[in-house]
């Protein structure tokens, strides 16, 4: 028994991260729709936020078509959201050339 609850748990699992790819992530939406003076730090959790609290004045900020199931792509957002921004501060930069006189 013991063994069909853990497979119950990941088909769940699956389930959810499966509907949250078809319902589109918030991160990608807004920064493939990204414009001059959008907002751009956490802008896929800023925006499923929004939507969650029906903010017209926040969701008028965004371009993007708003998620369709916005409590489930809320943490997928999330975590996009952190390695989009971590990622260039974390990469070792290419070392400096150096000069040639």
Do not use: E, H
């Not at 918030?26 to 939507?51: H, K």
């Not at 957002?77 to 400096?96: C, G, K, V, Y």
């Amino acid at each position: 028994m013991p063994g069909t609850r853990r497979i119950r748990f990941v088909r769940l699992l699956a389930g959810i991260a499966c509907g949250a790819v078809l319902a589109g992530c918030a991160s990608v939406r807004t920064l493939s729709d990204y414009r001059t003076g959008d907002p751009v730090f956490m802008s896929g959790t800023r925006f499923d936020v929004a939507v969650i609290r029906q903010d017209a004045v926040a969701l008028k900020q965004f371009r993007s078509r708003p998620p369709a199931w916005p409590w489930i792509d809320l943490p997928f957002s999330f975590t996009a959201d952190l390695f989009f921004w971590l990622l260039p501060r974390t990469a070792n930069p290419a070392p400096d050339a150096p000069d040639r006189n």
